[in-house]
């Protein structure tokens, strides 16, 4: 005891001997540093008691030598956090996250009443989250997520009125939400509060919260009861995910809550109606409804929940992808999205790192773990979990990737793709290319590789990719301005846009050609796109084509899972009877009844498995004829007939129609420009000349729209 006292008075003797300079918000940085025990990375290495304030410090933000913000992001730190922050009167970031840090949050903290945000996920912080938090007047960002925190919310965090963000996601949080949690917090944007054990009932003014915008996600708790019907009153556009919860009764079919997929609702076994499949039993339906309770056995309700109880829990994974592909726009958190792939990649390796930590790896991954019988390939790929950069400019990591909101913006037969927009305002178009299926990781690789390595001002750029076992993702720049389909046609189901105009249309025609005239000649491996079409062009902000999807046939393929463009080709091929003449065969793959994609298909494409340049060089003269036409490619000739438009174009030349009623009715104020309007019609028709032999090469298509291009903008001038 004596010993230990003389310690303490030796250590502070010598504190205040080393400290003699520096000011005192520097003196409650060092207890941080003091209270670090392990600091591999150095962040601390700088933090020097000889320097007057602490502003130089790496992570400290000063304001007026006034410190403000505390950044030490990824730094293995471990140790546990000091009470003495709390002195900082100015701090407004605290930013700790994926560190090691353990240890409760001290209540001391929150006398740090300036604190606009407190960013501590991916710790092992443990405990009571303390009833002081209220005190944060000032708070916007609560981010708690992937940590050991038990006990409830603190009542008083309702308190902290201006919180743009609460994610308390995958910690031991318990009990009911504190009341007047929805109405409390008006500027509210996400909310995310799964994988907790939270309970009791979800309290109706949770519809109260009209600023959300991006995540409301309670999935992965015990919160039970029925879903109130107010919740229809969140902003459209949310993201709701109620799933794997102990909720019950009909779904209400409202506002928000219509018309979302089944995801948001899955893994309650109480719960019935649209969009489950489980009907609502008769005693579930409003009062008003006639019972058929009595006509029934007695057995037949808890029966119907019984065998849907089953089925929901037994969903099968690709359903669970085929309902989320249904699921046209949605918002959600990327790392929930991705947690069954971050949990498989993530908690193995922190876990290996770090003994203390072997609780939440158990806790989270017990189904998770590598399947060891999986593939003996999976040993060998086990170092293969982590974003692999392709150009030196990608300052972004996995984990960030993880935390960023995304947004659903398309899907193709070939995965979803999300824009993803990170911490730091980054934005990038995720395509998530499915599960499961081939371990060719070296194969994968090598294909996105090549890829990677084309770079053209006219192709969107591959900057990363992530592969494991059960998820491969590309992550692409994000191209802003949608694709060529919809600045063709508009939206589908709204009614006003913008019509490009003759200019916009040349340049981007120009743009396509030149991208493609780059793979076809310039790239390393003289390639062949295979599946362009307008949905394929994005656009840029100032109407510059950027040609995307390139390559992702052969990367599908061999990332598994996901049907290929050549085997669905391969599929469609079947039907076919090889004694009908060639010229009906395009009419045959394009139709209403297909995929209207394959309309941009070379017919010889049917035919021959060895795609050719030529095959690009029809897609071209295709997207051509829809740019000029302003029409879909298969067009309603009567009720009962369709014709795809080289046909429709071949019988309105042989019958001599007049120009006008052949090109977009948004062009007919460019009449000065007929000539070019019948040039691009003459190049598009050699593009899409029956037999391959006789297209031109994208080169030659490319030098003519380049020379018609620059002598309309010359005589524009
Ligand atoms: C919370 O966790 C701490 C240890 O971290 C434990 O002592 C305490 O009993 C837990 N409380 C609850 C309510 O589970
Ligand atoms: C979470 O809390 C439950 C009880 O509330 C406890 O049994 C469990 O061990 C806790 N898990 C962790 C990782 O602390
Ligand atoms: C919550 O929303 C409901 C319905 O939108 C409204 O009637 C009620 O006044 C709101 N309550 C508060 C406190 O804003
Ligand atoms: C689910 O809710 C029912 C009542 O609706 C309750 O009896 C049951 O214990 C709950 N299950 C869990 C796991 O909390």
New binding site residues.
Partial sequence: MLVGLFLILLCCSDCLVLVSSLNDEGFVLLTLKQSISLDPDGAFSYWDSSNETPCSWNGVGCLNDIVVSVTIPKRNLYGFLPSSLGALSGLRHLNLRNNRLFG?LPFQLFSAQALQSLVLYGNSF???VPNGIGKLKYLQTLDLSQN?????LPASIIQCSRLKTIDVSHN?F?GSLPHGFGTSFSYLEKLDLSFNTFDGSLPSDLGNLSSLQGTFDLSHNLFSGSIPSSLGNLPEKVYIDLSHNNLSGPIPQNGALMNRGPTAFIGNPGLCGSPLKSKCSSGTLSASSPSLLPFLPDDHSPGISGVYAEKTRGLSKSAVIAIVLGDVVGICLIGLLFSYCYSRACYPRTKDKMGHNSDKGKGRNECLCFRKDESESVSQNVEQYDLVPLDAQVGFDLDELLKASAFVIGKSGIGIVYKVVLEDGVTLAVRRLGEGGSQRFKEFQTEVEAIAKLRHSNLVTLRAYYWSVDEKLLIYEFIPNGNLATAIHGKPGTVSFTPLSWSARLKIMEGIAKGIVYLHEFSPKKYVHGDLKPNNILLTQNMEAKISDFGLARLANIAGGTPTLQSSRMASEKPLDPKQPKTVTSEIICSSSSNTGTCYQAPESLKVLKPSQKWDVYSYGMILLEMITGRFPLIQVSSSSEMDLVHWIQLCIEEQKPLSEVIDPHLIQDADKEEEFISILKIAMSCVHGSPERRPTMRHVSDAIERLSSSSSSSRN
């Fill in positions: 409760s443990s405990g009571f050991l925190f038990n006990g409830s031991n318990t």
